[in-house]
């Protein structure tokens, strides 16, 4: 098995830091390299893509009361609902590198956030089957733009990894904190079926800004990845794909899989269930989608500053450990004393969800070029979402045969000590190499 490559040093040269895809050395400099790190065009469309990316999941859980009602859901199917998203993100993410070779990163996202609106919006013009089919479409389009998005950020702000992740992941926590907080209230006014479907229209509006900004920058229809990888002659090779042999034999890729998965465990079941907790706990309707918006809100910040700082060392430990310890001690609190503190155990769990822009933004600290971004992007995240699948359905499981929440919830934090080992070996100061890098070593 290959070992992986210590990370460059601060004080190590623009090359190797280039080399190692550290965001805070290489890319453009001076006028140029300001504009591309603040953003502008780009950085809007990137901004609300991911502000739709959570909505239409986050919106179901507030109004799983009323959904189960009109469709007779048991908890086990209800979970099964809430899983969905995890198998479908695993099986049709590992599609993105090679989609984004063929047609371009852009023209992916923009395809996958038309079919993202188009689906939340179909899905609660019929009965359960078109609900499914509906989430599962939705969920299709997601899967895509999650895997490609740190791809677009690695292209068009190679010096700004971190902050720019920050940035676009905490519009994603707000996109999914305002339909938790919403969604409860619009469908006391309108019913579920319009409090859901809204997302869909809001997601269509993103795709429209989406793609008139990269129409206008000539992104779409480029091969974003291969382009980037052929600006150098040791990535040129990479044109093709970063062969999956290759990841499977690197610990760092597979430390990421795991903590993606792991932490994705908990994200699901907190959007899923927490409401449902809560109300359980003696809380309304409203107060319980509140208790969700405000843990997602808490998150907000984390996310912003959780990327940007790690990014700044090569060791990135304290915040994949320290992060998940909180969540352990929101989970704790949540098994131990529901009511008494609950506002205090959203916001704790709110922190600890800053290990999702984390473990994003490693998929690009950790790897050399977009291309292989991309490749250890699509395989964290199918591998991930595939661990990630069992836990909302597990969960609605436990439930149901115990009646209670005990069960399911020291589930959750047996998840959780595996992430704390996963980040333990996902935050080490070494880089994933590139099998050019192979190929050049044992030359």
């Keep these: 098995m290959p070992d992986q490559q210590p990370a460059p040093t601060a004080a190590r040269t623009t090359r190797a830091s280039r080399a190692a895809g550290r965001s805070d050395v290489s890319g453009p400099t001076g006028r140029e390299g300001r504009r591309l790190a603040l953003g502008g065009a780009p950085l809007l469309a990137i901004l609300l893509a991911a502000f739709n990316l959570r909505a239409g999941i986050s919106s179901i859980g507030p109004v799983l009361v009323q959904v189960?009602?009109?469709?007779?859901?048991?908890?086990?199917?209800?979970?099964?609902?809430?899983?969905?998203?995890?198998?479908?993100?695993a099986v049709v993410g590992v599609s993105a590198p090679a989609l984004a070779r063929r047609f371009g990163a852009e023209t992916v996202i923009g395809w996958s956030a038309g079919l993202l609106g188009v689906a939340l919006l179909a899905r609660v013009t019929g009965g359960t089957a078109t609900l499914l089919a509906g989430t599962l479409?939705?969920?299709?389009?997601?899967?895509?733009?999650?895997?490609?998005?740190?791809?677009?950020?690695?292209?068009?702000?190679?010096?700004?990894?971190?902050?720019?992740?920050?940035?676009?992941?905490?519009?994603?926590?707000?996109?999914?904190?305002?339909?938790?907080?919403?969604?409860?209230?619009l469908a006391d006014l309108f019913g579920w079926q319009a409090a859901l479907g809204a997302w869909g229209v809001l997601a269509l509006v993103g795709t429209a800004v989406w793609v008139v900004v990269m129409r206008s920058r000539g992104g779409l229809g480029a091969a974003t990845v291969d382009r980037a990888s052929a600006a150098d002659s040791s990535e040129s090779s990479l044109s093709r794909g970063t062969p999956l042999s290759h990841l499977v034999r690197q610990p760092m890729v597979w430390?990421?899989?795991?903590?993606?998965?792991?932490?994705?465990?908990?994200?699901?079941?907190?959007?899923?269930?927490?409401?449902?907790?809560?109300?359980?706990?003696?809380?309304?309707?409203?107060?319980?989608?509140?208790?969700?918006?405000?843990?997602?809100?808490?998150?907000?910040?984390?996310?912003?500053?959780?990327?940007?700082?790690?990014?700044?060392?090569?060791?990135?430990?304290?915040?994949?450990?320290?992060?998940?310890?909180?969540?352990?001690?929101?989970?704790?609190?949540?098994?131990?004393?529901p009511a008494q503190g609950a506002w205090l155990w959203a916001v704790m769990l709110g922190v600890g969800s800053g290990t999702f822009p984390l473990v994003l933004s490693l998929f690009g600290l950790k790897t050399r070029s977009p291309s292989s971004t991309a490749a250890v992007s699509?395989?964290?995240?199918?591998?991930?979402?595939?661990?990630?699948?069992?836990?909302?359905?597990?969960?609605?499981?436990?439930?149901?045969?115990?009646?209670?929440?005990?069960?399911?919830?020291?589930?959750?934090?047996?998840?959780?000590?595996?992430?704390?080992?996963?980040g333990a070996v996902a935050g080490r100061p070494v880089i994933i190499p590139d099998p050019a890098d192979a190929a050049i070593s044992s030359a």
């Excluded at 086990?76 to 998203?85: E, M, Q």
């Excluded at 490609?148 to 690695?154: A, D, I, Q, S, T």
């Excluded at 932490?263 to 509140?290: C, H, K, N, R």
């Design 137 to 185: 479409l939705a969920c299709a389009g997601i899967a895509l733009v999650n895997v490609l998005l740190p791809v677009v950020v690695k292209t068009h702000f190679p010096t700004r990894i971190g902050v720019i992740t920050g940035v676009y992941t905490a519009a994603l926590a707000a996109g999914s904190a305002t339909a938790a907080a919403v969604s409860a209230p």
């Design 68 to 89: 189960r009602a009109d469709t007779g859901l048991s908890s086990t199917l209800a979970g099964l609902i809430t899983s969905i998203p995890l198998v479908c993100f």
């Design 378 to 422: 699509a395989f964290g995240q199918s591998v991930g979402y595939l661990i990630a699948a069992v836990g909302p359905f597990g969960f609605g499981l436990l439930h149901d045969a115990e009646g209670g929440w005990s069960l399911p919830l020291a589930g959750v934090l047996g998840v959780l000590f595996v992430q704390v080992l996963a």
């Design 255 to 337: 430390a990421l899989a795991v903590f993606f998965g792991t932490q994705a465990v908990l994200a699901y079941v907190q959007m899923g269930w927490l409401p449902t907790i809560f109300s359980d706990a003696g809380f309304s309707a409203g107060e319980s989608g509140l208790l969700l918006s405000v843990s997602i809100v808490a998150g907000v910040p984390v996310a912003f500053l959780a990327p940007a700082l790690a990014a700044r060392r090569a060791d990135q430990r304290p915040w994949t450990v320290g992060l998940t310890l909180v969540s352990i001690s929101g989970v704790t609190g949540l098994l131990l004393a």
